[in-house]
């Protein structure tokens, strides 16, 4: 029998699949954008990146930066009714209107 993988991207096949355009090398102005603390960010992951990836079960989610960690960004994020701090990567995120 074949144990089954338990990673950190076991079970994202369909999240983390990219548009046909959109695959290849990401844009560097992506990896280059700053956020300032407070600023609302949406975590959109993009999966040519595996460097400072968060969970993908956070895609989609929306978050407030708290903080800097090296090159990524501290976000917080409210799951049910816990705060999660999440250190994600610029690459990783978008900026909400």
């Known amino acids: ?30 990896a280059l954008q700053t956020f300032q603390i407070g600023d609302s960010v949406s975590i959109t992951i993009d999966s040519a990146v595996h460097k400072g990836m968060p969970h993908h079960r956070f895609q989609g989610f929306t978050g407030k930066v708290e903080g800097m960690q090296g090159n990524a960004y501290l976000v917080g994020v409210v799951v049910g009714n816990k705060h999660k701090i ?10 909400v209107a």
């Open 86 to 95: 999440l250190v994600v990567r610029p690459e990783h995120l978008g900026r």
């Open 1 to 30: 029998m074949v144990i089954r993988s338990k990673g950190t991207r076991s079970k994202s096949r369909y999240i983390m699949r990219k548009k046909p355009r959109a695959h290849g090398i990401s844009s560097i102005t992506r």
